[in-house]
């Protein structure tokens, strides 16, 4: 079935650099995308989302940039903290009213000093 | 806190024993939502609410597993005659109509024996 993909299972920066964090889509119907970032132990917590009418929508550090050509959106943070090492989900709603969400398996930032 | 409460955090259960989870939404939301995340994956969704209507539900939700909002406030989840296959992480998050992002809760933690 379709589903929402990351390319990176784990991605290393350092502190102070920029982060991008890459995911695919396939569901082409798909006009809602959400950034969640979870930390151990914690429900996902909301980052950014952006509609399939737009193709950038950057919020207080982080960008998310949307390519409906190649179905493919990213997530960019600026000067990378260690506070920002978690796990990093795409979800979209596949079209629909935000009835439902589905979930790539993850990317996990790992932030070094 | 104003945010997604769920209890308990965490629950330890011998097969075959039934559970029941609990989530309370944001005050204002009234669409609520359930979705399980085993280890190294994203969530899954299984059912939502609008107000106490339940309008979808996944094929993960087997004919143990039940959840009903009788009220349209809180929601509960509960599992029948557990399965080690059970084991996960139970995540609820609500919204409003009026915007789709979703807010969750901590989740609550299941582990069956």
């Known amino acids: 079935g379709e589903s929402v993909g990351l390319h990176l299972p784990t991605l290393s920066v350092q502190e102070g650099d920029n982060s991008i964090i890459n995911c695919a889509y396939s569901?082409?119907?798909?006009?809602?995308f959400i950034w969640y970032k979870q930390e151990s132990g914690k429900g996902p917590q909301f980052i950014i989302d952006?509609?399939?009418?737009?193709d950038k929508r950057q919020g207080q550090r982080v960008t998310v940039l949307l390519n409906k050509t190649v179905k493919h959106l990213s997530l960019q943070i600026a000067a990378t903290q260690p506070g920002d090492s978690a796990v990093y989900f795409c979800a979209d709603t596949g079209g629909g009213t935000a009835s439902k969400l589905t979930f790539g398996t993850g990317t996990r930032l790992q932030v070094t000093l | 806190d104003t945010g997604v409460s769920q209890d308990p955090r965490h629950k330890i259960t011998k097969r075959g024993q039934n559970v029941t989870f609990r989530c309370d939404p944001i005050s204002e939301h009234n669409r609520l939502y359930w979705y399980r995340q085993t280890l190294g994956q994203g969530p899954e969704f299984l059912t939502y609410?609008?107000?106490?209507?339940?309008?979808?539900k996944s094929r993960l939700l087997s004919d143990r597993f039940s959840a009903e909002r009788p009220k349209g406030s809180f929601s509960t989840l509960e599992i029948q005659r557990t399965e080690q296959g059970d084991s996960a992480m139970y995540l609820c998050a609500s919204s409003n109509p009026r915007v789709d992002e979703q807010y969750f809760g901590p989740g609550t933690r299941l582990t069956v024996t």
């Open positions: 609410f609008q107000n106490e209507a339940q309008l979808e």
């Open positions: 952006i509609r399939s009418n737009m």
């Open positions: 569901n082409s119907a798909s006009d809602y």
